[in-house]
């Protein structure tokens, strides 16, 4: 296979680059010239994009830019050869002068990754990279890699138990991972100590650890830079670092395993695995949401700046009518808004079963936002086309291993995304639209003979999923009740909805040691979009901690709803928040209301949320 992959076109004995960028568009040319690429733009696009991750400039002279694209029509080696040295941020800050460029198709298969993965091993010997330091002629380039040295598996298996495990994972699992594998083995080897490494590579994981090897195992090296299934290692010794540690310093990892000088991944011996689920489950949640946060931000700002020409600016048949905020508008709520959700669980998917639970989450994320299933819709379709491909996976570990690679391209995709589907429509959005008529109903019959009972009402149920159908629900209530020339409730809604971002924007600025740094500048944000009446400011807080943000919320909100009626605030228009002040009746009375109800949930917030460490 390696004898098809590595071809005397694309090799090339005097690379005429004198930097990184030369030499990666000297070996695309060699490429491209030969046939093997049918893009050689999108091929050095994928280069690039793997380059920004962390360089592939190693130890020893080597260097392997590596990528897998479409562009690929052919899978191929190219070898470039610079005796003077190039710089190329290579680990140890010497020039590299062997350059040995991986061009991987798309669906690549396994015999194609395993070839490759051969051959960056083949590497790591000394002998074999001072021949190749001296060849004069293509041909001996091929004599030295094509001659068969490689007859080992990627990693040594022993039947009996191991002294040390180990697990290695790049980011595209072409050229590091099976590197960093090879080293740890090579030096085990030396050590005499028995090791068995996990590869997950591109086509999955590989000699995968088992249940009793990690019970018997002293010590764990995870030499990954992408995320690998960790709730397995609870109670051992585990070292993390990056991949290229792993080939960098193989003997300081394995003694360090050997000595358990690495801390305990968990001491929670007894509840191993609600640990691991409660871990999963945040990590997925917290994938989705960072993910979500620049739709949010972004289109919560531009929906904001549209209020400024005018609350009803963005309609064409309006008076008002401006042609920038409709473009603000579309651009923010149409369009960024509107993708919120969908990424939101398109991410969580991802989290779940790796690239193949995008698609099927993020179709059931688009599911739940064009059938009222908001936020919570939002959830319950991410987690479910995550945990349907995982599902899928083990079902389809009986397909012959030579049709592995239409499992991401064709299996995983189809079924994915039929069996989320179908269950999203079947199952999960008419329980969710028949809680939001429920609701609606509910607040019909309770009409305004309590207009502060009805206020906190109102305002607590806009904080209870901030976007979803229970805020739906109390959203369309208030704009009913403004039809019927009652404008009461919706002073109460908009009360109780520029709450939540508001209160989270003031814990972020009063209780900084409770959140990250990324929330304390997303918590800026919420200042704006709370002060224009955009609940969904706060869905990342909420979808983050739950169990302390949403109940706070919720206090607030129903708070400032209360006020707001209790103040006989009556507010005609639908939307706009703080510009739509002047309209208010009581104005002063109503921000009041707003200040009040943001400061509870700030505070409710800061006293029971946690410490960020």
Request: charged share 15%.
């Amino acid at each position: 296979m390696l004898s098809k992959m590595l071809v005397n076109d694309c090799i090339i004995l005097d690379l005429k680059a004198t930097t990184k960028n030369e030499v990666i568009d000297e070996l695309v040319d060699v490429l491209y010239s030969s046939g093997k690429l049918n893009n050689k733009e999108l091929f050095k696009k994928a280069i690039l994009a793997r380059e920004a991750q962390s360089s592939t400039g190693l130890e020893e002279g080597i260097a392997i830019p590596h990528g897998k694209s479409e562009a690929v029509k052919v899978p191929t080696v190219a070898f470039g050869l610079s005796k003077k040295g190039i710089d190329y941020e290579s680990l140890d800050g010497e020039p590299s002068t062997l350059f040995f460029m991986i061009a991987a198709p798309a669906n690549a298969t396994d015999s194609h990754i395993e070839t490759l993965s051969q051959l960056t091993s083949l590497l790591l010997d000394d002998d074999v990279r001072e021949k190749l330091l001296k060849v004069t002629s293509k041909q001996e380039v091929l004599d030295i890699l094509l001659n068969d040295n490689v007859k080992e598996e990627i990693t040594e298996t022993n039947l009996g138990n191991f002294d040390v495990l180990a697990v290695t994972a790049c980011p595209t699992g072409i050229a590091h991972t099976y590197m960093a594998a090879e080293a740890l083995n090579k030096k085990a080897k030396e050590m005499g100590i028995a090791i068995k490494v996990e590869t997950n590579g591109s086509t999955g994981v590989k000699n995968q650890l088992t249940s009793q090897e990690i019970k018997n195992a002293k010590g764990i090296i995870i030499a990954a830079d992408k995320n690998v299934d960790m709730g397995r290692f609870n109670g051992k010794h585990v070292e993390i670092v990056g991949v290229k540690e792993g080939i960098k310093q193989p003997a300081q990892l394995i003694q360090n395993a050997i000595d358990q000088k690495a801390p305990l991944f968990s001491s929670n011996e007894t509840s191993t695995t609600k640990s691991s689920e409660k871990t999963g489950f945040y990590k997925h949640l917290m994938s989705g949401v960072s993910n979500m946060l620049p739709f949010v931000v972004g289109g919560g700002i531009l929906i904001a700046l549209s209020f400024i020409f005018g609350i009803k600016a963005s309609d064409p048949a309006h008076a008002t009518y401006n042609p920038i905020a409709k473009l603000l508008m579309d651009i923010g709520g149409g369009n960024a808004f509107f993708l919120m959700i969908p990424v939101l669980a398109g991410f969580i998917g991802m989290s779940i079963a790796d690239r193949p639970g995008f698609a099927p989450a993020m179709v059931g994320g688009l599911i739940a936002a064009n059938n009222g299933g908001g936020f919570l819709g939002g959830l319950i379709g991410g987690f479910l086309g995550g945990y349907v491909v995982v599902a899928l996976k083990k079902l389809f570990k009986c397909i012959p291993e030579k049709l592995e690679g239409i499992k991401p391209v064709l299996l995983y995709p189809l079924f994915g995304i039929l069996i989320t589907g179908v269950i999203m429509y079947t199952a999960v959005i008419s329980p969710v639209a028949f809680l939001n008529s429920g609701v609606t109903n509910f607040l019909k019959n309770l009409g305004s003979g309590n207009l502060i009972l009805l206020g906190v009402i109102l305002g607590g149920m806009m904080a209870v999923d901030m976007g979803g159908p229970v805020n739906k629900a109390a959203f369309t209530f208030g704009i009913a009740a403004i039809a019927s020339n009652n404008f009461y409730p919706h002073a109460a809604v908009m009360a109780g909805g520029m709450t939540p971002p508001l209160g989270i924007a003031l814990a972020t600025t009063f209780f900084r040691n409770k959140f990250s740094k990324e929330e304390r500048e997303a918590g800026l944000t919420c200042y704006i979009m709370g002060a224009s009446f955009i609940t969904e400011g706060a869905i990342p807080f909420a979808a983050a901690d739950p169990i302390r943000v949403i109940p706070s919320c919720i206090v607030g909100s129903a708070l400032a709803g209360g006020l707001a009626m209790a103040f006989r605030c009556q507010l005609p228009a639908p939307h706009g928040g703080l510009f739509v002040l002047p309209i208010i009746t009581n104005p002063l009375m109503y921000l009041l209301a707003v200040v009040i109800g943001s400061l509870v949930t700030c505070l409710l917030v800061g006293i029971t949320k946690k410490n960020n460490n």
